[in-house]
């Protein structure tokens, strides 16, 4: 076969480190541009993009040329440094070390983008905890309560 071809989709979710230093509406919106320029810059394709206080949800067409941990750590490494040098948090603002990494298929994007895009919405029912518990459940991850996060609520 002469040509490659690929498709795969995945949605990231994390959180910050300090229950303190949250995502704050005021600028909320202009970490998704940040980071959707990151995203756009490795070649991947924003879906969706919706942050919380408490975290945040990427869903992307995934470049196979550029590794997850990459991506995430380019991420979080950039969007630290972003906040902090425009001093949006009165607090230190870092992500926490974790991360989910979740695929869907092609038929569920329409699915994964409303999901995100309602976030405000669906966290008026459900906590972060919960939520990201249900993906891992979900998608069969054994996991350790004592080593995903570092919940605001512990």
Partial sequence: MANTYSQAYFHLVFSPKNSKALICKSWKNELEKYITGIIQNHN???????????????FI??????????????????????????????????????????????????????????????????SFKDEYQEFLRKNDIKYNDKYIFDFFDD
Avoid: C, R
């Fill in 61 to 126: 067409g995934y470049n196979l040329n550029h590794l997850i941990p990459d991506l995430v750590e380019e991420i979080k490494t950039s969007s630290n440094a972003w906040i902090k040098y425009n001093k949006l948090s009165k607090y230190k603002f870092e992500w926490q070390k974790g991360y989910g990494a979740f695929t869907h298929s092609h038929s569920n994007i329409d699915t994964v983008v409303k999901y995100i895009l309602n976030q405000e919405k669906h966290h008026k029912k459900e």
């Fill in 44 to 58: 991947h394709k924003l879906l969706a993009i919706g942050s919380m206080p408490d975290h945040i949800h990427i």
